[in-house]
C-alpha cells in the first residue's frame, strides 16, 4: 500500500505537568505519585492491549484515526523518534473494548517501507500483528508523562489529567517503532485509584 505526503493532522501530545524518564522508569514512582497497580500497567514491558482485556474482561479491539506520511520531520514526538529510520508514518488509534468504551489513545511512528510488513492487518493493535508473523520485540519503555488534553478528556468522556508513556520496540537489535501511549481515567474501575493518600 502507497501514502502520499498530505497536510499532517496533529496528533495527541500531553500538555506535560510531570515527566519521569529512564531512572523513573527503573526505580519507579512513590505510590502517592502512582499506585503499584498503575505502575506495573504504566512502566511495565508487557502488553498493553493484552493487559486491558485481562482488566477488563473483554477483546481490546483498535479504531484506526489517522496514518499520515511525515517523512523525516519529528512530528513533536519524543526525541526517541530520531532513532527510528525515516521517511515516518505515524499511525494513530483509540484502544477500546469491544463494547466501545475507550481504554487508552496511541500514536506511534514506523518507517514507512516497513509499515506493510508489520501491521498487515491496520484493524488489530499491534501486538497482535506481530505476533501473527513470530516477530521477537523488546518493549524498551524510556519516559511516562502527566499532563493534560483537552481533546482526550472529550474523547475519554473525563477530567484530565491523564497518564502516558513512550516506549520502543526492538526487533533484531534494531528500533522498529516508537509508540506514545495515554490511558483513560476509566481505567480506575478496575486499577483503583491512580495515586493512594499517605496514612
Do not use: C
Request: no cysteine; glycine share 8%; proline share 6%.
Amino acid at each position: 500500500m502507497s501514502y502520499s505526503l498530505q497536510s499532517r493532522t496533529t496528533w495527541n501530545a500531553l500538555d506535560v505537568l510531570w515527566e519521569g524518564q529512564e531512572q523513573a522508569v527503573r526505580d519507579g514512582l512513590p505510590h502517592t505519585q502512582l499506585a503499584p497497580a498503575w505502575q506495573i500497567l504504566m512502566l511495565g514491558d508487557g502488553s498493553p492491549t493484552r493487559h486491558l482485556k485481562l482488566l477488563t474482561g473483554e477483546p481490546t479491539e483498535v479504531d484506526v484515526i489517522d496514518m499520515s506520511l511525515v517523512g523525516s520531520d519529528r512530528d513533536q514526538a519524543p526525541a526517541l523518534i530520531a532513532m527510528v529510520p525515516g521517511p515516518r508514518l505515524r499511525r494513530q488509534v483509540w484502544l477500546r473494548t469491544a463494547s466501545g468504551q475507550r481504554l487508552a489513545y496511541a500514536a506511534s511512528w514506523w518507517e514507512a517501507s516497513d509499515i506493510d510488513a508489520y501491521l498487515q492487518n491496520r484493524q488489530a493493535p499491534i501486538w497482535d500483528n506481530l505476533s501473527q508473523i513470530h516477530a521477537e520485540l523488546y518493549r524498551d519503555v524510556r519516559g511516562i508523562q502527566y499532563g493534560n488534553s483537552a481533546v482526550l478528556e472529550e474523547a475519554f468522556g473525563y477530567a484530565g489529567p491523564f497518564w502516558g508513556r513512550y516506549y520502543l520496540f526492538w526487533h533484531n537489535g534494531e528500533p522498529l517503532t516508537l509508540i506514545y501511549e495515554v490511558f483513560s481515567p476509566v481505567l480506575t474501575r478496575y486499577l483503583g485509584a491512580m495515586a493512594l493518600v499517605e496514612g
